[in-house]
């Protein structure tokens, strides 16, 4: 397994995940490459490589809405940021979205455990 792999089912939920494609747009929709288990309000960070363009998303962050099990969108207007490239020239590290925070009004994400008991 590569070192920039993500793993399907982690111990530790909410994981990273691999970014597939993003779509610019008055709210940006991310999808992943597999499953991301995210729930709406999960607070996430975004870490896009320069090869990948887009790069005022990069370190952007905040509450997602879940559209389905591999896309979400997130409240950025990037209707005028450079275009995402999904297929870099030299593919070395991958873009990722990785879950740092929940809304208040949720809080069910911190408290899962997923440890085999």
Request: net charge negative; hydrophobic share 40%.
């Amino acid at each position: 397994m590569p070192l920039n792999a993500a793993i399907p089912f982690p111990t530790f939920q909410r994981a990273m995940r691999i970014i597939q494609s993003i779509t610019l747009g008055s709210s940006t929709i991310i999808v992943t490459t597999f499953a991301h288990q995210y729930k709406s309000g999960c607070i996430v960070r975004l870490y896009i490589p320069a090869d990948y363009g887009a790069q005022q998303l990069n370190q952007q962050f905040g509450p997602i809405t879940v559209i389905d099990a591999v896309t979400f969108s997130l409240p950025i207007d990037s209707t005028n940021f450079d275009p995402y490239n999904a297929a870099p020239i030299l593919p070395h590290d991958n873009p990722q979205v990785v879950p740092i925070a929940e809304i208040n009004s949720i809080l069910s994400e911190a408290t899962q455990n997923v440890l085999p008991y």
